[in-house]
């Protein structure tokens, strides 16, 4: 099937052409249609799977040639747990918005910038992308108000309870009205997901995707190079330099290590930059725009960032330290590999992380190619 056959006004169609989308993803297929009939939403799905767009191309397509927005009362209302991710879904909306007849202001929210410029802007807004935290002070404020939204997207669901969000969530639903359209997507349904969508959903419609572990990993080819501690730097930096990649995101386990590699990268003229909860929001959207548009060679990022990045072909993923559990590696190299696009996923591990790094492997049910480097010469990096 085609995004022409699933109701969309041939503006959206137009700008899904021009964003280079050709064919809907099997989460769209479902989401689309059910969303533009006024069904609640149950999705499981991962981070890749095309999930932003399936909801925001309907929600879009409902706002089409109508204008909604009366003292600072929104249409939509999007939950996201990450500064990233709401910028990014922002984003999303924006660019496939953009030919649309009537001009549909959207604006997304969240901490670690000054509340006066989101409370100015904040006027005319139809459509709100907001971290729970932000989005209290904004109505603590009276900047803004959810009692008459009519469309509420939780994205992450998972993520924003594991961030320790519930008690803002609640505070949150207690505002908005009874009547309206939910919109839950999560990558897994935990017990605290569960609770969420039987308080809010109605007769939800539930859309099950296959998770990363299950068909992404598949389109990775994967390489695990065993290094001594000592030696993983010099060798990251000769991996990247043999290599010639132009692309390259680097995970670490913590904030520390992150900062320590770009330091050293610098030192040896590859152009990096670290992201990560330590840096200011400022600071972490110039590293992300410039390595999104190919302006930045190296990104250096912990986990907690990992949910924000989304780009849609990137060549190459490094582990220079392996995560705790096996999830958050396959959501690691997870970041390459999509949208249908093969990638490369290169692990560095120390002999203190064979034993951790073969239950990873079981768990994927992948056996990475295994280089031994006690013999290569890595002087000079």
Known sequence: MSFSSLGLSSYLLDAISKQGYTQPYPIQLETIPAILKGKDILGIAPTGSGKTAGYVLPILEMLTGKTTSVNRQIHTLVLVPTRELA???NEVFQN?????????????????????PQMINLAGVEILVATPGRLLELIDSKAVHISQIKVLVLDEADKMLNMGFKEEMDKIFSLLPAMRQNLLFSATLSPEVTGIHERLLNHPQVIKIEGEDENIVDLISQTAYHVTEERKGPL?????KHYNMQQVIIFTSSVHKADAIVVKLKLHEID???M???????ART???TKFK????RVLVATDLMSRGIDIKFLPYVINYELPRSPKDYIHRIGRTGRAESPGEAIALVSPDEEHHFKVIQKKMGKFPLRIETDDLDLGGF
């Open 87 to 89: 910028s990014q879904v």
């Open 96 to 116: 496939m918005g953009s030919l649309l007849p009537n001009k549909i202001k959207t604006m997304a929210v969240f901490g670690g910038v000054s509340i006066n």
């Open 236 to 240: 990251l930096r000769y991996l990247i």
């Open 272 to 274: 990096a930059m670290a």
């Open 276 to 282: 990560h909860s330590k840096k200011s929001q400022g």
């Open 286 to 288: 110039d590293a992300f």
């Open 293 to 296: 548009h190919g302006k930045l």
